[in-house]
C-alpha cells in the first residue's frame, strides 16, 4: 500500500485516506482559450513510465490537496509538497536525483 | 501449416504426438516491411491477420517486447458482451461479438468461445433506470439484450442473493449471446494464422525509438536493430504513451494497474457471467472450475503490473454480500495488468501526427471483448490510409472537438 506525507498534516497517510487528482501543473484554460489548450488542459497527459509529479487529497483527514512525486514503475515515493507550488521545487528534484542519477528534471 | 482437424488428433494419437508443428514461427526481423505492428497482443495480432485476410497485405512484421499475449490479452477475465449504450461503440462491440462466434472455425483454432449469457446487475434505482435505457439503445441498434426481473435473476443464476441487505438486486440487462473464450487462444490462434500468411511475428523485441523523415514515418529502432516501414501501427496497450512520447507526441491515455483473481477449483455452481456494476465487482466460473473474479482498477497511475491490495479486498468483500456461498473460498492465484484508460473511456483507433504512424489503444478494462472487430476496423484504416465506418467515431480528434463517446455510465465497471 502507499504511504504518503501529508505536508499539511505533517504526518505519513496511508493510500485508503486518500485520493490522486493526476498530473500536476497542468496549466489551466480560461473559457477563450483554443480547442488544443483546453484539449491539453483536459485530457492530454504525460503519463510517464517513471518519476511523475501529481495531485493528491487528503480525503479522509485534513480534505486539502498537496502535490507528490512518484515513479509509476516501482511506486517509490520521492516526497510531497505545496499545492501552490507552480513547478516542483528544488529540494524534491535533489531528493529524486540522489536515488535515480539518470533523472532528467521536471519537463512541462 | 498443418490444419488442425479430428482426424490430425486421430493420427498422430498413433504416432507419440510428435508430428506437431510449432503454431507459429519465431520470426528474425528483416531489414525492411511494408506495415510494422507494435505490439503482439490480441489486437496488434488481429490487426496483422485482417490486413492479410481483407487486403492480402501480407509484407508486415508484429514486433513484441516480451512474449505474445503476455501483456492484457493473457490477463484479462474474458467477459465478451456488446450491451453498450452509444451507436458507434455498439457498432464496434457487437462487430466483435458476431466475429467470436465463428473465430475458432476461421482461424482453425480452438479458442473455446462460450456464450454462456452475461447478466449486469442494478442494484440502484439510478442504475436500474441506466440498464433500461441501454437495452432500448440495445434494441433499437438489433444488439439481443433484454431486461430480468429479481426473480429471473435467482433462477439464472440460483446462488445469487437478491435481498441486499446493502444492495438488493433490483433487475439486470441479460445478454444471452455474450459470453467468455480462453484468451491465450485467441492471441495464439491469430499468431498460428499470421504466421501462416507469411507475417513475421518477431518476440523479444522492443521498440525503442522510431524513425521520421519531416513528420512522416520511415521506421523504428529496435533492441534487434533498425527496421524500416512505410506505415507503423502501435497497439501497445499499457505502453501506448511511452511509444507516442519517442514519436514525439501525447495521448489523452492515462496507465493503470488492474487486477484479477481466480479461487481454488470447485464444482460448477455458476454458469454464466454476472457483473454487479455498483459494488464493483464481477464473476464467472472457469471449465477448470476455478471462480474468476475481477473489479474495480487502481485511483492513480502506475506501470507496477501489481496493483494494490485493498482492491482485491474491496472486490471480494463486494461479491461475498451478492454470493454468501463464496465466502470460504480461498483464493489461488492473483496478477495485474496495466490498462491504458481514455477520458471518456472509449478506444481510440486513429490516425496520429505523424504520417504513416497509426493507433490502437484506449481499451482500458474492456478490451478484449473487441480483439477481432478492433483487428478489423485497424487494418481497413491502416490500408485505406482513412478510417472507415467502425473506427471513424474512435479518432483522437474527438477529445479536442467535444465528440466524446460518454460509455462510463454504461460500463461503471472494469471488466
Ligand atoms: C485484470 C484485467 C481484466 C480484464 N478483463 C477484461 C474482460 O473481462 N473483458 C474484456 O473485454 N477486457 C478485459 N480486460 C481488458 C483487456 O485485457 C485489454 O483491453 C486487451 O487485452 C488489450 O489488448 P491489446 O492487444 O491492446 O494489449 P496487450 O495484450 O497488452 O498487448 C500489447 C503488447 O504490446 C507490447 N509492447 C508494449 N510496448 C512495446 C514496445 N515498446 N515494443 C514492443 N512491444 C511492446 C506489450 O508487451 C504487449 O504484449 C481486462 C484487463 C485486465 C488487466
Ligand atoms: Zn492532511
Same mark, same amino acid.
Given at each position: ?53 501529481? =495531485? ?40 529524486? =536525483?540522489?536515488? =535515480? ?8 | ?415
Amino acid at each position: 500500500m502507499l504511504n504518503i506525507y501529508c505536508p499539511i498534516c505533517q504526518r505519513d497517510c496511508d493510500e485508503t485516506e486518500l485520493s490522486c487528482g493526476g498530473q500536476a501543473h497542468l496549466i489551466r484554460r480560461d473559457h477563450a482559450s483554443s480547442d488544443k489548450n483546453f484539449y491539453e488542459y483536459l485530457y492530454e497527459r504525460k503519463n510517464d513510465k517513471g518519476i511523475i509529479f501529481e =495531485r493528491w487529497r487528503h480525503v479522509y483527514g485534513c480534505g486539502k490537496w498537496f502535490h507528490t512525486a512518484r515513479c509509476t514503475l516501482t511506486n517509490q515515493v520521492f516526497g510531497s509538497y505545496s499545492a501552490k507550488e507552480v513547478q516542483p521545487p528544488k529540494s524534491i528534484l535533489a531528493t529524486i =536525483r540522489r536515488s =535515480r542519477v539518470d533523472f532528467k528534471g521536471w519537463v512541462k | 501449416m498443418k490444419r488442425y482437424s479430428l482426424s490430425s488428433i486421430f493420427t498422430e494419437a498413433f504416432k507419440d504426438n510428435l508430428g506437431w508443428e510449432k503454431a507459429w514461427t519465431k520470426g528474425q526481423p528483416k531489414k525492411e516491411y511494408q506495415i510494422i505492428i507494435v505490439g503482439g497482443g490480441g489486437h496488434g495480432l488481429a490487426t496483422a491477420y485482417y490486413l492479410a485476410k481483407n487486403f492480402n497485405v501480407t509484407d508486415i512484421a508484429v514486433i513484441e517486447k516480451g512474449w505474445i499475449g503476455g501483456g492484457n490479452t493473457g490477463r484479462n477475465t474474458t467477459i465478451i458482451r456488446s450491451n453498450y449504450l452509444q451507436e458507434s461503440s455498439i457498432g464496434i462491440y457487437e462487430k466483435s461479438r458476431s466475429l467470436y462466434e465463428t473465430l475458432s472455425q476461421d482461424l482453425n483454432y480452438n479458442i473455446m468461445f462460450s456464450p454462456r449469457g452475461v447478466l449486469m446487475l442494478c442494484q440502484t434505482e439510478h442504475e436500474l433506470r441506466a440498464m433500461k435505457r441501454t437495452s432500448h439503445a440495445n434494441r433499437i441498434n438489433g444488439v439481443d439484450t433484454k431486461m430480468v426481473a429479481p426473480e429471473e435473476v435467482k433462477e439464472i443464476v440460483p446462488i445469487i442473493n437478491i435481498n441486499g441487505p446493502r444492495f438488493p438486486v433490483l433487475g439486470a440487462l441479460w445478454q444471452p449471446r455474450g459470453g467468455t473464450a480462453r484468451h491465450d487462444a485467441v492471441a495464439w490462434g491469430y499468431a498460428r494464422k499470421c504466421s501462416d500468411f507469411g507475417i513475421d511475428i518477431i518476440e523479444q523485441c522492443e521498440v525503442i525509438g522510431v524513425k521520421k523523415k519531416r513528420e512522416k514515418i520511415v521506421g523504428v529502432e529496435t533492441t534487434k536493430g533498425n527496421i524500416k516501414a512505410k506505415k507503423v501501427c502501435f497497439v501497445a496497450a499499457g505502453h501506448s504513451s511511452v511509444l507516442a512520447d519517442l514519436a514525439g507526441f501525447r495521448l489523452p491515455i492515462e496507465s493503470v494497474a488492474l487486477q484479477a483473481l481466480v479461487s481454488e477449483p470447485i464444482k460448477p455452481i455458476i454458469d454464466c457471467v454476472v457483473m454487479a456494476n455498483t459494488v464493483h465487482g464481477y464473476l464467472s466460473q472457469s471449465d477448470k472450475g476455478e471462480l474468476v473474479i475481477g473489479g474495480g482498477a487502481d485511483g492513480y497511475n502506475n506501470y507496477s503490473q501489481r496493483g494494490s491490495f485493498l482492491h482485491v479486498e474491496e472486490t471480494v468483500r463486494a461479491l461475498v454480500e451478492t454470493f454468501p456461498v463464496i465466502s470460504r473460498l480461498r483464493q489461488l492465484r492473483q496478477w495485474g495488468g496495466i490498462v491504458d484508460m481514455t477520458g471518456d473511456r472509449s478506444p481510440i483507433i486513429s490516425k496520429t501526427p505523424v504520417d504513416g504512424l497509426y493507433i490502437n489503444c484506449g481499451w482500458g478494462t474492456g478490451g478484449f471483448k473487441a480483439i477481432p472487430g478492433s483487428g478489423w476496423a485497424t487494418a481497413e484504416m491502416i490500408y485505406n490510409e482513412q478510417p472507415g465506418k467502425l473506427a471513424s467515431p474512435f479518432s483522437i480528434d474527438r477529445f479536442s472537438e467535444g465528440r466524446l463517446i460518454d460509455e462510463s455510465a454504461a460500463a461503471a465497471v472494469a471488466h
